[in-house]
């Protein structure tokens, strides 16, 4: 078993990283898995899909039980492993995150390049005429059709107890309990709703899973957090990367089918581990940015690079920079904050900043010159914003020339 520290160094090496996450992640913000310890796997199964399409009381049964739980998941709020995930990514270095969660909480903690691959709670879907819904409203249709049912039924209120409230948003509920609970139907076609989720025993969507495959094959790191990995659906992504011989990370509580492929496997809760992993990487080491040179319609895109630095510039209530041209723009502003506290005529500082204006032409001539991946360029504006309020605060900046010349280094 590996600690925290041994996490810091596998995932700061990455430059391309893909987390896949699980119903772990999602424990701390009060949705229980299936698979933890004593988790509701041991009291209750889930429905799987045949069964719902094809019985109306299993669907009956599932939208009670649902009806139920509901409250409780549309409650759930992200807790630090979300908000730790989403910051990993604003920094640069992560290729897409890949969850088995049906919850959002990923994207409301912030995460933007999120692949559900099991599809989303939060929404209801017609089986026949596709239709979407969100839940909450199928919620308030199922109140208003079941008020005399909620009257005499024997619940104890609505809101379910933490014994059985159950994954994917459902309560256990007995099922001589649900007789007479009426089911909606599409308001469109009278067709049967679902929610938006891929149930046990259902095919994930093959264009989502050749998406994220695809980006674990572009990966040079994958990172695993809160999941058992019992599941194909997930698993396939980290034997994938086993096979392309990627270095792989677990955080998880418990042990995992993937722990024999793993390179770092941390015991420890997803919510204490990733907070203190980026606590560490914020704390110390240098953070490289790749920076895309391979976007379409590069010279708008640097052109667009520019002034959102200088609108950001004027932000941060710092002078704007005299600008020569382009080349001179960048290396002009990444330097005014970079040697700040320097004595310009000072030897040292002068060469670097023919460095960084050596590296600054370098980029623009490289973005103006090549098909680029309009996706990244978001990613390496953030950097760059990153940097420049870092540098803001006195830290030092630099673009340089080194080694690999389209790397925006950042020693804190
Ligand atoms: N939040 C959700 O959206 C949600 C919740 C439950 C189930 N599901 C669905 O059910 C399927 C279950 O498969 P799965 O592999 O994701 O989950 P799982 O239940 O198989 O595994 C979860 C793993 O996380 C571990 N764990 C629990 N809390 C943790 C924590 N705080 N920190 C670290 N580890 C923790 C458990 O020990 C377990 O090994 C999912 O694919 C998903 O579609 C979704
Ligand atoms: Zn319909």
Request: charged residues 25%; negative net charge.
């Amino acid at each position: 078993m590996n600690d925290v520290r041994d996490l810091v160094t596998l995932i700061e090496k990455a430059r391309r990283l893909v987390v896949l996450t699980g119903a772990g992640c999602s424990t701390e913000s009060g949705i229980p898995d299936y698979r933890s310890p004593g988790g509701a796997w041991t009291r209750h199964k889930p429905i799987y899909y045949s069964a719902f399409v094809r019985s109306e009381e299993i669907r009956r049964f599932y939208w009670a039980r649902s009806f139920r739980g509901w409250t409780r998941f549309a409650a759930a709020r992200p807790n630090a492993a979300h908000y730790a995930l989403a910051e990993l990514e604003q920094r640069g270095s992560m290729l897409q995150l890949i969850t088995q969660n049906v919850d959002d909480l990923h994207q409301e903690a912030g995460s933007r390049a999120v692949i559900q691959l099991h599809g989303r709670n939060r929404l209801v879907v017609c089986l026949d005429c596709r239709a979407e819904s969100p839940r909450a409203d199928v919620q308030a249709r199922l109140a208003e059709l079941n008020a005399d049912w909620i009257a005499r039924s024997k619940w104890d209120g609505l809101h379910a107890d933490e014994a059985d409230f159950a994954p994917d948003g459902d309560a256990e509920l007995a099922r001589e309990h649900v007789a007479g609970f009426q089911v909606p139907a599409c308001e469109r076609c009278g067709g049967v709703l679902k929610p938006a989720v891929v149930f046990f025993g259902e095919t994930v969507p093959p264009e989502l899973v050749t998406r994220a495959m695809s980006r674990v094959d572009e990966a040079d790191a994958l990172l695993v957090a809160g999941s058992s990995l019992t599941v194909w659906s997930g698993f396939r992504f980290v034997k994938r990367a086993a096979d392309r011989g990627l270095p792989i990370a677990i955080v998880n509580i418990g042990p995992t089918r993937g722990d024999d492929l793993a390179a770092v496997r941390v015991d420890e809760k997803v919510g204490i581990a990733l907070p203190q992993m980026m606590r560490m990487i914020n704390s110390g080491a240098m953070a490289h940015f790749d920076i895309p040179l391979d976007l379409p319609h590069a010279s708008r895109l640097a052109e667009r690079i520019v002034n959102l630095i200088e609108r950001h510039i004027e932000e941060l209530g710092v002078d704007a920079p005299t600008v020569v041209e382009s080349a001179e723009r960048v290396s002009s502003i990444l330097f005014r904050f970079g040697d700040e506290d320097v004595t310009p005529t000072d030897n040292e500082s002068l060469a670097a900043r023919d460095e960084a204006a050596v590296a600054a032409r370098e980029l623009v001539t490289q973005l103006e010159s090549s098909p680029l991946k309009s996706d990244r360029l978001g990613q390496y504006i953030r950097n760059l914003f990153e940097c420049l309020e870092l540098g803001a605060e006195g830290a030092e900046i630099s673009l340089r020339a080194g080694e690999n010349p389209n790397s925006l280094q950042r020693p804190i």
